[in-house]
């Protein structure tokens, strides 16, 4: 069971306890977590990693677990917030603590192995899941799927597949996670009839584990489908796991299955935000700005504010920072410099850093890479950069409802942004508020020629017309 503590404003204190009845299971701790063993002395579940989050997504780490007593099969432990994060002036209410779920056992994992060597045989019951190459099955491939927590797909932050390493040989760097398209059954795949895959996002990829101090942990983030699979937007048939290099027979892994003991099974871990009636606008700022720039910045996020919408201006984030968030936001607009198919990330002395790409770019981050729906949950993407047209039809493509980029160098995008979010602030839909939003910057600032943000023939957008309130 998941339990978490959500506070609803500002409390006095900043320690918290509280009681669990463990009937058959003694609790420990160590330096790094509260753990939980059963008779055998076997750990099954721990404490450790615990989070925060506050309704404009600030987030901490600072969250410590100790175990005060054990008596009568009854824990009394401790949860402490740093008092420097959770008293912060800028903390917004309400604040959700421990947002974050597993799914582990043989009752809620379903999983298995097949071989080519082998092709109508099951391994169901095995103790084991085999990738790769090697002479005794040869092409060695694994399937696992979990049942999901009840838990809003627009709250999911991050999410992740751990899996133990039992041997291997050769490189695990090729080890890849792809979504199942069809049904199968741990008790019945094989090798001769084995599911269809979806081959289409290689993005989930095998990197060591920190959660576990690795001791042969293996992650797999797969934030976009566990995403699909609660809103419904993907079948749950789980995943495939296969090595890339699939002709050596001196490269392949084994990992632990469901069927092994405690606590070497595998795991999904959710973590999110349950204050999911929010909607979440955010102004990434990727280059300097003057201070007229930033100001019709600050007059954006104040009108989507004023539509409802939880926003804030990030500056100078990461490429990887504007692709884990853009999905959870109803509202994004990335301003900087670009070309057709990147925006550059800038540091505040101006200096390149990083590039979002929008193309198929191997070892780079890119909106290519997400899979088809990831950005379902984005009413409206904005790209105030040159050539960020093929951004805007990328976001759309990848689920966006509605994007807006333009087609050459543009000037004043800011300013033309700003008048279309006062005419959607107003009650106009995002086509109605278009044409209005060119005349009233036209009005105010003439035409600037060839990179005049608010000419029909110069900016661009994609999908269906929304409103925003």
């Not at 579940?45 to 600030?58: E, R, V």
Request: proline share 4%; with cysteine; charged share 15%.
């Amino acid at each position: 069971m998941k339990e978490y503590l959500v506070l609803s404003d500002r409390a006095d204190q900043c320690t918290f306890k509280f009681q669990y009845y463990l009937a058959g299971l003694t609790p420990a701790q160590d330096e790094e977590s509260i753990y939980f063993k059963n008779e055998s002395g076997d750990p099954i579940f721990k404490i450790k990693g615990l989070t925060a989050f506050d309704n404009l997504s600030g987030y901490t780490e600072e969250v410590k677990a100790k175990l005060l007593d054990y008596n009568d099969n009854t824990a009394t432990i401790e949860i402490t917030v740093s008092p420097d994060w959770l008293w912060a002036a800028e903390r917004e209410y309400p604040i959700a603590i421990d947002p974050m779920t597993m799914v582990c056992g043989e009752y809620v994992t379903y999983d298995s192995y097949i071989s080519s060597l082998d092709p109508d045989v099951n391994f169901y019951v095995n103790d084991y899941l085999r990738m790769g190459k090697d002479t005794d099955f040869g092409i060695r491939r694994s399937a696992i799927q979990f049942e999901l927590p009840n838990i809003a797909a627009s709250a999911v932050t991050s999410a992740c597949i751990n899996i133990r390493l039992y041997s291997s040989e050769g490189s695990l760097n090729t080890l890849y996670a792809t979504p199942i398209k069809s049904h199968w059954t741990s008790s019945s795949i094989t090798w001769n009839n084995q599911p269809s895959y979806d081959l289409s996002d290689l993005s989930m990829r095998a990197v060591p584990d920190t959660w576990h101090d690795n001791d042969n942990w293996y992650t797999w983030p797969c934030t976009s489908v566990t995403k699909q699979w609660l809103d419904g937007s993907r079948s749950n048939y789980g995943v495939k796991i296969f090595d890339s290099n699939e002709s050596n027979t001196a490269h392949w892994s084994t990992f632990y299955s469901s069927d092994y003991g405690a606590p070497n099974r595998p795991e999904l871990m959710i973590y999110y935000n349950d204050n999911n009636t929010t909607q979440y606008m955010r102004y990434f700022i990727v280059t300097p700005l003057s201070s007229t720039d930033d100001q019709a910045a600050t007059q954006i996020v104040g009108k989507c504010s004023a539509m409802g919408y939880s926003s804030a201006k990030v500056y100078y984030p990461t490429a990887t920072t504007i692709y884990n968030d853009m999905p959870s936001n109803a509202i994004n607009v990335l301003h900087g410099h670009g070309s057709d198919d990147y925006i550059i990330m800038k540091d505040s002395s101006g200096n390149n850093v990083d590039y979002l790409y929008c193309t198929s770019q191997s070892g780079k981050t890119s909106i290519y890479n997400y899979s088809s729906g990831a950005l379902s949950n984005n009413k409206l993407d904005i790209f105030i950069a040159c050539h960020s047209k093929q951004m805007a039809l990328r976001s759309w493509n990848k689920g966006a409802t509605c994007t807006l980029g333009f087609m050459n160098n543009v000037s004043g995008g800011e300013d033309f942004v700003n008048y279309l979010m006062y005419y959607m602030q107003n009650g106009k839909s995002f086509t109605e508020a278009l044409p209005l939003a060119s005349s009233a910057y036209h009005d105010a600032n003439g035409c600037c020629g060839s990179s005049c943000p608010a000419d029909s023939y110069h900016y661009i957008y994609y999908g269906t017309n929304i409103y925003l309130q």
